[in-house]
């Protein structure tokens, strides 16, 4: 191993960190074995042993206090040879926001190889999150990695594989505190990231989800508030209808944005849009929302306003309770106080909720059940003032 990271042979690190240690850490191994995940899960044993057998720590995935890639078992198996030099590029997600967040965590290493490779890189090497996924690269995928001038081949490893250069990059963006990335990440967005895409578009843009469906976890109502918002003069923006170049070109354009939490703000962030301002409104009760309010932050050097009136969220029957499932139920009333009074609307009075046999009529149009959990029902009884607690109705 040449040039080993300066936590080589331990078995755990600090989570990273966007002030430096081993997330700006940088170092080559000969020989690696590469050991991508055999089953999926939230936490996998998959990743990076070294030519003795020993793991390398600073190439598994973190995501907020610990890492999701755990040490993996010695190989028994065959083992396919990958001659020449790659980057370690990590774990490849195929969930759009989790790939802008977690796939391009180690893609700042392709500024800082000078010296550390014997010759030009052959590529960048990654592990499947899914098994399932194999080999194959999404259409957005190719699209990120060409605007971030990614010029060598993205290969994935289904199996074992020994590499016979490796350079292992610390994780230098992600989800957790490292949410505002490294000062490298950040600057190699800033020099690298859709550099030839100029603005295009309104000055005033609503990043809408209305069209991706409830399984997606979603808004109530949402088309109302577009129709206030179309009225306030915003473009309603289906991102998911649009290359990544189009949506990169209107974020950078727009000087008023609205937007419901969810993925698409990772990539308004990586446009690094100068002077806008963006308002977030929360569709669900979750740490995520707090996670992107820093990624924006960190990137665009300016603080989104959070609009949060979630008034109520609502659960699909026959699943586990996931937030990322829910459908949210805003006070729409209450969402156009908060954008008027930070300038973002100028009729906040026009904004009205829906009515309770509007909710039921949407969560019908759906063709499933819904329910609230019980501290919901408790909280609903106590603001109608009829004394009932809820207790005796189901989750």
Same mark, same amino acid.
């Given at each position: 191993?040449? *040039?080993?990271?300066?936590?080589? *042979?331990?078995?755990?690190?600090? #989570?990273?960190?966007?002030?430096?240690?081993?997330?700006?850490? %940088? =170092?080559?191994?000969? *020989? +690696? %074995?590469?050991?991508?995940?055999?089953? /999926?899960? &939230? #936490?996998? #044993?998959?990743?990076?042993?070294?030519?003795? *057998?020993?793991?390398? @720590?600073e190439g598994a995935l973190w995501r907020r206090f610990r890492p999701l890639t755990l040490e993996p078992d010695p190989v028994t198996g065959p083992v396919a040879d990958l001659p020449g030099r790659w980057l370690w590029g990590g774990v490849l997600w195929a969930h759009f926001g989790h790939f802008l967040a977690e796939s391009t965590a180690r893609l700042w290493a392709l500024d800082h190889l000078a010296g550390l490779v014997d010759g030009p890189l052959d590529g960048v090497l990654f592990m499947p999150k899914r098994p399932r996924n194999g080999e194959k690269i999404t259409g957005y995928q190719a699209d990120f990695f060409r605007l971030m001038g990614v010029d060598v081949p993205i290969r994935v490893a289904t199996g074992p594989m020994r590499v016979e250069q490796l350079v292992v990059p610390g994780q230098g963006f992600g989800l957790g505190e490292i949410s505002a990335g490294t000062d490298k990440v950040r600057a190699q967005f800033a020099d690298r990231f859709a550099r030839d895409v100029a603005p295009d578009g309104p000055e005033r843009l609503y990043v809408s989800r209305s069209a991706l469906g409830f399984a997606k976890g979603s808004i109530l109502g949402e088309t109302r508030m577009e129709e206030r918002l179309a009225e306030e003069g915003y473009e309603i923006f289906h991102p998911q209808a649009h290359s990544m170049e189009t949506q990169v070109a209107r974020y950078r354009a727009a000087r008023q944005v609205v937007a419901t939490d969810g993925s698409a703000l990772h990539?308004?962030?990586?446009?690094?849009?100068?002077?806008?301002?963006? =308002?977030?409104v929360a569709r669900r009760q979750s740490s995520a929302v707090e996670l992107l309010i820093r990624h924006v932050s960190s990137f665009t050097g300016a603080d989104p306003l959070?609009?949060?009136?979630?008034?109520? /969220?609502? &659960? @699909?029957?026959?699943? !586990? +309770?996931? !937030?990322?499932? +829910? %459908?949210?139920?805003?006070?729409?009333? =209450?969402?156009?106080? #908060?954008?008027?009074a930070a300038g973002l609307i100028g009729n906040a009075a026009a904004w009205t909720n829906l009515s309770e046999d509007e909710v039921q009529a949407a969560l019908a149009s759906t063709g499933q059940g819904w329910h609230l959990k019980r501290w919901q029902k408790r909280r609903d009884a106590a603001e109608a003032g009829d004394g009932e607690d809820g207790a005796s109705d189901a989750a």
């Open positions: 191993m040449t *040039g080993a990271p300066a936590a080589a *042979g331990l078995t755990a690190l600090d #989570q990273p960190s966007p002030l430096g240690g081993w997330s700006d850490s %940088l =170092a080559r191994l000969d *020989g +690696a %074995l590469v050991v991508p995940p055999q089953v /999926s899960g &939230f #936490q996998q #044993q998959a990743g990076i042993l070294a030519a003795d *057998g020993r793991y390398c @720590p990539l308004l962030a990586m446009a690094r849009p100068a002077g806008q301002r963006l =308002a977030i959070l609009v949060d009136a979630l008034r109520r /969220s609502w &659960f @699909p029957d026959g699943r !586990k +309770a996931n !937030k990322r499932h +829910a %459908l949210g139920e805003l006070d729409l009333a =209450a969402v156009g106080r #908060q954008l008027e």
